[in-house]
């Protein structure tokens, strides 16, 4: 395999990257190369477990994510932890699922290394809300239902449900809605969108550990949905989408297809419509 | 460099396959892996030449995209062409600009292979709207300014501004919206956001050839959106931002700083705003 030509990984800098949603073939050749050079790998929750085994037997790996039940390190604490990784001249690699600036605070960490002056490097990756939801066969655009597409946190910095959002438009704006982290709050989203005028038999699905060895997926609608969710027993983290392009997924769910799925040519019905006049 | 295992590239098989914004160093490792091993490359304009050089030297290389003047290859010869090149036995890779299912028409091309019966994979690419942004300093989302983001295209299949969208709402939306392929209409796209409850004063970027040797940016307000594009002469394909993730940019553009920039630790004026209150 022919590699890039990539710029240097220096002693003394932060890369910034991001690990995409799960499968570790959705790395960035960028993150590969931090991984493999690495002195300190700085990781999240988020961070799948076949992903951290592509570090260096050397380096030393610090895990700075959430764990159920313990106290999870303050985004301050992490901040001095890689100036100070830094400032030994180690290569430091701070790893997060996803994209580091999408719902990501991959830009507060960068602010605190500019005011320290550590020199870094952003190395974006594949965020859940789209390569996530690819292995669900649910595509974030699609030509024939939407010409937009929100992405939303489930709740803020507090844990609360956002509140500086204007939902009524969130709810009327783009066809297709992505949340993020939206388990905690599932009741009250449902109810700011039907409130503000989406329909309650629109469709709907959730995807858990998307693009990991633990995926699941149920579709639903948005009336449903807290109770289907429950039901299903649905775990953390796990996108919740909602809009057309859940119904796609019966046409474009090419990993279920991998497993015997028979995939429909025709998920919107749109030529059977047009054949009828 | 680890590499991570990987599935095989079965002959007979298409991968639709996104490239991301345009550093090689943004490829996955699959995308990597389907270069190195595909017979066959059918490519769109917003594929960089220094991607296609990865791949091996026995492929055919086949263009699908738009070139100025020249009549484009249409959706459906292009799906046709990608059924007939896996039914030969090749192994063909659909290689796409960003991400296939964002803005892409990726789900359309996925649905012929279904109605053909040819086996397909999606490898979901970084959408330019992310990666393309990060490499200008811009974030998508960012805890102290946006919960949410939208991304919407600056023209539909027709070549005009979406009209199924309901521009109020989307205005009022998302604290932060991006605009694929919006140079075409952004007199359109201004009027209609100022119309819909933004501020004329608010910050507005463009960002032409993100993440890759031409990338170019110009930071302006949405009042002077149109007049500071066309002084500037931007090119497409570009991305247009609305919000103050752009007010960002002059503390996280560590491109910029790589070639000199000063980057500001507070760039929204957060802690100045808390020691004067």
Redesign the interface.
């Known amino acids: ?7 240097p990984f220096e002693p003394g800098s932060v890369w910034l990257v991001g690990a ?1 949603p799960g ?8 993150a ?2 931090a ?2 050079e690495a002195d300190a790998v700085v990781y999240d929750a988020l961070v799948d477990e ?2 951290l085994k ?1 570090a260096r037997p050397e380096a030393i790996l610090e895990f700075a994510g959430k764990r159920g039940g313990k106290p999870s390190p303050k985004q301050p604490d992490i901040s001095r932890r890689l100036v100070r990784l830094a400032r030994e001249g180690k290569r430091v690699l701070r790893l997060k699922g996803g ?10 960490e ?3 290394l ?2 320290a002056k550590v ?9 859940a809300g ?2 996530g ?3 669900a066969g649910i ?5 024939d239902v939407n ?7 489930g709740h ?2 507090s844990g609360e449900v ?1 509140d ?3 939902w ?8 297709v809605l992505v949340f993020y982290m939206a388990l905690k709050h599932l009741a009250q989203i449902r109810d700011r969108l039907i409130a503000g005028g989406r329909d309650a038999s629109e469709a709907a699905a959730v995807v858990s550990h998307a693009a990991t060895d633990r995926q699941r997926t149920i579709t639903t609608t948005l009336a449903r949905l807290v109770e289907d969710t429950e039901a299903a027993k649905m775990e953390p983290p796990a996108l919740v989408v909602v809009g057309p392009a859940v119904r ?1 997924a019966s ?2 769910d ?1 990993l279920g ?2 497993k015997g799925r028979v ?5 919107l019905k749109l030529k059977a419509r047009r054949e009828a006049g």
């Open positions: 395999m022919q590699l890039p030509l990539l710029p995409g499968d570790p073939g959705l790395l960035t050749v960028l590969l190369k991984l493999s076949r992903t592509l994209d580091p600036f999408v719902f990501g605070r991959g830009g507060e960068a602010l605190a500019v005011a020199p870094f490097r952003i190395v974006p990756g594949i965020t789209v390569g939801l690819a292995y595509p974030a655009t699609h030509r010409e937009a597409v929100t992405f939303i946190t803020n910095v956002p500086n959002l204007d009524p438009a969130l709810a009327r704006g783009a066809p796609l046409g474009l090419w297809a991998m995939l429909d040519p025709d998920p």
